[in-house]
């Protein structure tokens, strides 16, 4: 079974480009998360879908950030326009949703995005 | 306050010891707690959870939970160089969100 897979591995922009983040959880897994983490800090959640719903995005930084999950498979998290304090590595995780507080996360790679 | 709290280390012990790796939480109604080890540019991976007080043994890593001490803690027997990492405490909410602690690096010296 293929895991959590992340597309760009690595993405160097400057300061007011956008760029575009792909998640593509666990084949069958309803819920799919992003989290972030900057240099020298803890991996911070940003929000939660179950299937197309965000069902909670209150750790998105504002309004530059878009996630999407169209037909509840594979997510996107753009950035426009990006800015400095937004670098870091961006994780996508999904889980199953049977399991509540117990529910497993699955982590992908990551996206180490840098913004010049 | 943090809501998850570890030691950011160093941790260093000798290949074969027992590394011991502590977390702290502030919200006395959290249930779950996730411990994953993090390699260097690679995906955080799930050790172990637990959620009911006591221990929790899975060959080598033994969880421990206390909630009335607000404390989670494994304990890696017969640490060998390959586990060598960071390894990041979470608890999760009612909501799924999992809150992460700022992780621990240990390491294992042959």
């Known amino acids: 079974e293929a895991g959590v897979t992340q597309f760009p591995s690595h993405s160097v922009i400057e300061k007011g480009q956008t760029v575009t983040l792909r998640c593509d959880p666990i084949?069958?897994?309803?819920?799919l998360y992003w989290y972030r983490r900057v240099m020298g800090k803890e991996i911070k959640f940003l929000l939660h879908?179950?299937?197309?719903?965000?069902?909670?995005e209150s750790g998105m930084p504002n309004n530059r950030f878009l996630a999407e999950r169209t037909g509840g498979t594979y997510s996107t998290l753009k950035v426009q326009p990006a800015e400095l304090e937004d670098s870091g590595v961006y994780f996508c995780?999904?889980?199953?949703?049977?399991?509540?507080?117990?529910?497993?996360?699955?982590f992908g790679p990551g996206t180490r995005l840098t913004v010049l | 306050q943090k809501e998850v709290e570890q030691n950011s280390g160093p941790l260093s012990v000798p290949e074969g010891a027992i590394a011991s790796l502590n977390c702290t939480y502030s919200d006395r109604g959290s249930q779950s707690f996730f411990w994953y080890r993090q390699y260097s540019g690679k995906s955080p991976e799930l050790i172990m959870f637990?959620?009911?007080?006591g221990d929790k043994e899975d060959g080598r890593f033994t969880a421990q939970l206390n909630k009335a001490s607000q404390y989670v803690s494994l304990l890696i027997r017969d640490s060998q160089p390959s586990d060598s990492a960071t390894y990041l405490c979470?608890?999760?909410?009612?909501?799924?969100?999992?809150?992460f602690g700022q992780g621990t690096e240990l390491s294992v010296k042959p």
């Open positions: 879908f179950v299937k197309e719903s965000k069902q909670d």
């Open positions: 995780a999904s889980s199953q949703g049977s399991s509540g507080v117990k529910d497993t996360q699955y």
């Open positions: 084949s069958g897994h309803d819920n």
């Open positions: 637990i959620y009911s007080n």
């Open positions: 979470a608890e999760i909410n009612q909501g799924g969100k999992l809150i």
